[in-house]
């Protein structure tokens, strides 16, 4: 089980790209970041990674069916001093079965390396348990080099926890492999979607993409309704027997 595949809609040159994931966890931090960046930014479809064990559905945007786990890509000036050209966000919006993350974490990494990418940037959700005023920020570096990077724009490193899901994975795998993987953990709450969350993690990013205007005000102005529309489709997204869930989905 986990056997994943990637199609690509087209070929560009992807040397030094800087690549962000967002997966649906705790909190939908990831999705929501992630899925700011690529509208805000219209960025455009490059790839996909497939399965046979990924939900058979179809997210549809404006008017297209688009596969559960993309790939999008702008010609960016982008990446801490500017290096890259590209700006890569992978994302989805359902939780891929535990079989297949490390398969999808491996064909992540082994993509990036293919392509010569230079460095993953996990955005995630951490659990606070309460809520908060000022939203706790704290990052994990698979490599000396991410740390350092993390370190750069002030994030505190986490000492001692545990990240879960496709970052979780990503993490130790590119320790395995010598990859750089950042994981940009914000506090959060397990029980409902927090944009205000995704948008401090956004505040951060904005600071090591240098060369792009990424503006998280809109996603503190429209947080409440964000969260209420997410709330929304996750309540119509709970199994029932015999049919299959629906994607969550959010404007």
Same mark, same amino acid.
């Given at each position: 089980?986990?056997?994943?595949?990637?199609?690509?809609?087209? *070929?560009?040159? %992807?040397?030094? &790209? $800087?690549v962000i994931t967002g997966f649906p966890t705790v909190g939908l931090v990831g999705t929501i970041a992630s899925r700011f960046v690529?509208?805000?930014? *219209?960025?455009? %479809?490059?790839? &996909? $990674?497939?399965?046979?064990?990924?939900?058979?559905?179809?997210?549809i945007s404006n008017a297209e069916p688009l596969p559960p786990v993309r790939v999008y890509a702008g010609d960016?000036?982008?990446?801490?001093?500017?290096?890259?050209?590209q700006l890569i966000v992978m994302l989805s919006e359902?939780?891929?079965?535990?079989?297949?993350?490390?398969?999808?974490?491996?064909?992540?990494i082994e993509w990036c390396k293919e392509n010569n990418c230079e460095t993953i940037v996990c955005i995630e959700g951490f659990n606070v348990g309460e809520k908060v005023e000022e939203v706790p920020l704290a990052g994990v570096g698979s490599t000396e080099e991410a740390r350092e990077m993390l370190k750069r724009y002030n994030v505190e490193l986490m000492?001692?926890?545990?990240?879960?899901?496709?970052?979780?994975?990503l993490l130790y795998e590119g320790r395995r492999r010598n990859f750089d993987v950042a994981c940009l953990l914000a506090g959060t709450h397990a029980d409902y979607p927090d944009a205000k969350a995704a948008a401090k993690v956004l505040?951060?990013?904005?600071?090591?993409?240098?060369?792009?205007?990424?503006?998280?005000?809109?996603?503190?102005?429209?947080?409440?309704e964000i969260e209420k529309q997410i709330r929304v489709h996750m309540e119509k997204a709970k199994p029932t027997k015999h049919v299959y869930t629906e994607p969550m989905m959010y404007g």
């Amino acid at each position: 089980m986990g056997e994943i595949e990637v199609y690509e809609y087209e *070929k560009m040159d %992807l040397e030094n &790209a $800087f690549v962000i994931t967002g997966f649906p966890t705790v909190g939908l931090v990831g999705t929501i970041a992630s899925r700011f960046v690529v509208h805000s930014l *219209k960025l455009h %479809l490059l790839a &996909a $990674f497939l399965s046979d064990y990924f939900p058979p559905v179809s997210v549809i945007s404006n008017a297209e069916p688009l596969p559960p786990v993309r790939v999008y890509a702008g010609d960016k000036k982008c990446g801490p001093n500017g290096r890259c050209n590209q700006l890569i966000v992978m994302l989805s919006e359902f939780v891929p079965h535990f079989a297949t993350l490390r398969p999808l974490a491996n064909k992540i990494i082994e993509w990036c390396k293919e392509n010569n990418c230079e460095t993953i940037v996990c955005i995630e959700g951490f659990n606070v348990g309460e809520k908060v005023e000022e939203v706790p920020l704290a990052g994990v570096g698979s490599t000396e080099e991410a740390r350092e990077m993390l370190k750069r724009y002030n994030v505190e490193l986490m000492q001692e926890g545990m990240v879960s899901g496709l970052s979780g994975i990503l993490l130790y795998e590119g320790r395995r492999r010598n990859f750089d993987v950042a994981c940009l953990l914000a506090g959060t709450h397990a029980d409902y979607p927090d944009a205000k969350a995704a948008a401090k993690v956004l505040e951060t990013v904005n600071k090591m993409l240098p060369e792009i205007e990424i503006d998280p005000e809109p996603l503190y102005k429209q947080a409440e309704e964000i969260e209420k529309q997410i709330r929304v489709h996750m309540e119509k997204a709970k199994p029932t027997k015999h049919v299959y869930t629906e994607p969550m989905m959010y404007g």
